[in-house]
């Protein structure tokens, strides 16, 4: 029998929110998880709202586990309204509050999506479609992803 955990992230793959771009962000943020080489970029636009500036809606990509899409999927939910210092103020772990405790197998999936979210909230301007590509702000997730140095393999023969 599947524990609610599971049920809940599950349930958030099969239908997540603020999926894809956001072409008129006003910020965004890759990061790659040193633990698994995963990747997350998300797009925020902010608003104004009773004079604050808070952040009207927030969207990603993953090159990630069904853990980070689901963290991401409520953590994208989660933060309209927020203004940047309190968003920026959210642990990985407040982050995927909605799905449960996370097991410490899958704590650095929710910090992916804390460091993608710190990303974007730290002043780095959104990039402009078609500039040259740098590892944490080429125009799409993929050249990011392509980018990224390669990983080191070590090959173990079977004897
Ligand atoms: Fe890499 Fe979850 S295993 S983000």
């Known amino acids: 029998m599947k524990d609610d955990l599971e049920k809940r992230i599950?349930?958030?793959v099969k239908n997540p929110q603020n999926l894809g771009e956001m072409e008129n962000a006003d910020a965004?943020?890759?990061?790659g998880s040193a633990d698994c080489g995963d990747m997350l970029r998300m797009w925020v636009k902010f608003k104004e709202e009773d004079g604050r500036k808070v952040i009207d809606r927030a969207s990603f990509q993953t090159f990630g586990c069904q853990t980070a899409?689901?963290?991401a999927s409520v953590a994208t939910e989660m933060l309209a309204g927020k203004t940047v210092a309190e968003a920026m103020s959210m642990s990985g772990e407040e982050l995927a509050a909605p799905l449960?405790?996370?097991?410490?197998?899958?704590?650095?999936c929710a910090q992916l999506v804390e460091?993608?979210?710190r990303s974007a909230l730290s002043g780095a301007p959104a990039p402009?479609?078609?500039?040259g590509p740098s590892p944490a702000q080429s125009?799409?997730?993929?050249?990011?992803?392509?980018?990224?140095a390669?990983?080191?393999?070590?090959?173990v023969l079977d004897t």
């Open 69 to 71: 899409i689901a963290v």
């Open 10 to 12: 599950e349930a958030a």
């Open 115 to 117: 460091g993608a979210l």
């Open 100 to 108: 449960g405790a996370l097991p410490p197998v899958k704590i650095h």
């Open 150 to 155: 390669p990983a080191k393999l070590k090959i």
């Open 128 to 131: 402009v479609a078609k500039a």
């Open 139 to 148: 125009a799409s997730l993929i050249e990011s992803f392509a980018a990224r």
């Open 28 to 31: 965004i943020g890759t990061v």
